[in-house]
């Protein structure tokens, strides 16, 4: 599949770092092209030519010097790439990133426990030229006199009433963090053959046979979010109708991954 948003990530947190590179690279429309620890290794980062990053990602969370590494990406931005967006994560949220980079370079703010594992999405949106924020990132950075456009889009975690506690963390286990049959059935306390089985009730309930099919109405599923409906029918375009294990679970991480806008 196409991947054409190059993504640089950036925390002082080892398992941040890890998080976010994970949901970019599940998601077919993100690809990871740094991920840096430091300001020191973000800049050496940055400073090869022939990288053209489309979004920058930076965890607020541990840093240890705003200022060292705003001044880097601001570097960035004025020398390789002026179309460079700004994604802020964190927290809680960090008013003093509002004073260290142009406001023109930043496309929104999100807070991890209300974002959750839809980073990917808030990043596709950004690239379109949206805003994006989560609520609670949003009224804070209203607060800190951040200029909102009226094409903002608010973000918050998309839940599945539909799905039992045991079919959700089935869905965390083997189609968000992709780990293995054999060690979701270890986690599980199932046998092999029976983790199989177990998924595909999971893929039934989602219903991605009738979604490939295109017999199910995207609004039972996507509620009216127009601008989700448009990416998952985009999503579904790409995989037409097939029945691949990888490809059913590609369309199931999108599905469960999206976010709910407000």
């Not at 983790?195 to 979604?211: A, K, P, R």
Request: net charge negative; charged share 25%.
């Amino acid at each position: 599949m196409k991947r054409d948003i190059l993504v640089a990530l950036y925390s002082e947190d080892t398992f941040a770092l890890s998080w976010m590179a994970m949901l970019m690279v599940r998601d077919w429309r993100t690809r990871v092209a740094i991920e840096a620890a430091s300001a020191s290794e973000l800049a050496a980062e940055l400073s090869h030519k022939h990288l053209t990053i489309n979004v920058l990602v930076v965890d607020l969370d541990l840093i240890s010097n705003l200022r060292q590494v705003t001044a880097e990406i601001q570097r960035y931005a004025e020398i390789q790439n002026k179309d460079l967006k700004v994604i802020a994560v964190g927290s809680q949220m960090e008013p003093r990133f509002f004073k260290e980079l142009p406001h023109s370079l930043i496309r929104g703010y999100l807070l991890k426990q209300e974002i959750s594992t839809s980073l990917a999405w808030a990043i596709t949106f950004a690239t379109e030229g949206k805003q994006v924020f989560t609520p609670s990132a949003l009224e804070g950075s209203w607060r800190a006199n951040f200029p909102l456009e009226k094409t903002r889009l608010i973000l918050n975690s998309r839940s599945y009433p539909g799905l039992t506690e045991r079919q959700s963390e089935i869905a965390r286990l083997a189609i968000i963090f992709s780990i293995n049959r054999r060690d979701l059935a270890d986690e599980l306390k199932i046998s092999d053959q029976w983790s199989y089985g177990v998924v595909s009730e999971l893929y039934e309930q989602l219903g991605l046979g009738d979604i490939l099919d295109k017999t199910q109405e995207f609004n039972s599923v996507l509620e009216n979010d127009k601008v989700i409906k448009a990416h998952i029918e985009e999503i579904v375009e790409d995989l037409g109708t097939s029945r691949k294990a990888r490809d059913l679970e590609t369309l199931a991480f999108h599905l469960l991954t999206m976010p709910v806008i407000e």
